[in-house]
């Protein structure tokens, strides 16, 4: 079992920074695939960025150059570093933990908000 936890949300001007945490509890999280994962108002949950426990990283189009995935298996965190943030980023984020075993996004955390100005 493993429960997560995101943090980092907030309010910035388009062009701006922010960076989402994805904390963990329980075991062997740094076997763990996981996926940041974002949902508009109106629309549907969206595919961000997955990093593999080997560090291996893929992004959707929409984030490549902008966003950044990254992990610290030390801190059982995943970090989304978020930079030159649009108007149409603005969504509820969501971090997930893959499980090989029943081969989906298994564990999600609350979502945080992210909310980008003009």
């Known amino acids: 079992q493993v429960q997560l936890v995101e943090s980092g949300g907030g309010l910035v001007q388009a062009g701006g920074s922010l960076r989402l945490s994805c904390t963990a509890s329980g075991r062997a999280f740094s076997r763990y695939t996981v996926g940041w994962f974002r949902q508009a108002p109106g629309k549907e949950r969206a595919f961000v960025a997955t990093?593999?426990?080997?560090?291996?990283?893929n992004y959707a189009d929409s984030v490549k150059g902008r966003f950044t995935i990254s992990r610290d298996n030390a801190k059982n965190t995943v970090y989304l570093q978020m930079n030159s943030l649009k108007l149409e980023d603005t969504a509820v984020y969501y971090c997930?933990?893959?499980?090989?075993?029943?081969?989906?996004?298994?564990?999600w955390g609350q979502g945080t908000q992210v909310t980008v100005s003009s």
């Open positions: 997930a933990a893959y499980s090989s075993t029943v081969g989906e996004y298994r564990y």
């Open positions: 990093i593999s426990w080997s560090g291996n990283t």
